[in-house]
């Protein structure tokens, strides 16, 4: 082995126990990196699904009291509906039967087709 004053300090145990510090120190840091890098994607997945399922829940709410409100003023609107009907005319029951409808179809064109024949110009 070839020595020199140059190279003495390669075989000084404190400058090799510093290294080998600074590498379990480095090795050390990189694998807590790692494990924080892959912490972070997970977490970041957990993140992505409970908010997906957070806009699903408030999409649902959303529904239902848009449909509860909606109900309601459908409600408020037949019934005032009804209500100015009643004015002009008699409530019929719903549903009526078909052949019911037809005939009072049948008897109205029938009526307005001989008005216009007998009124045309």
Do not use: G
Not at 2 to 31: F, G
Not at 81 to 110: G, H, I, M, Y
């Amino acid at each position: 082995m070839i020595s020199c004053d140059c190279c003495a300090h390669y075989a000084d145990p404190t400058i090799q126990n510093k290294v080998e510090e600074a590498a379990t120190a480095r090795i050390t840091a990189q694998n807590n990196l790692d494990h924080y890098n892959k912490k972070l994607t997970e977490e970041k997945a957990r993140l992505a699904k409970a908010e997906e399922l957070a806009t699903e829940v408030q999409n649902e709410f959303e529904v239902r009291m848009f449909s509860a409100l909606n109900s309601h003023v459908q409600i408020f609107v037949v019934q005032s509906w009804r209500e100015k009907a009643s004015l002009f005319c008699e409530q019929f029951d719903n549903p009526r039967k078909v052949d019911l409808v037809q005939r009072n179809l049948t008897s109205v064109q029938n009526a307005l087709n001989e008005r216009e024949k007998r009124y045309s110009l």
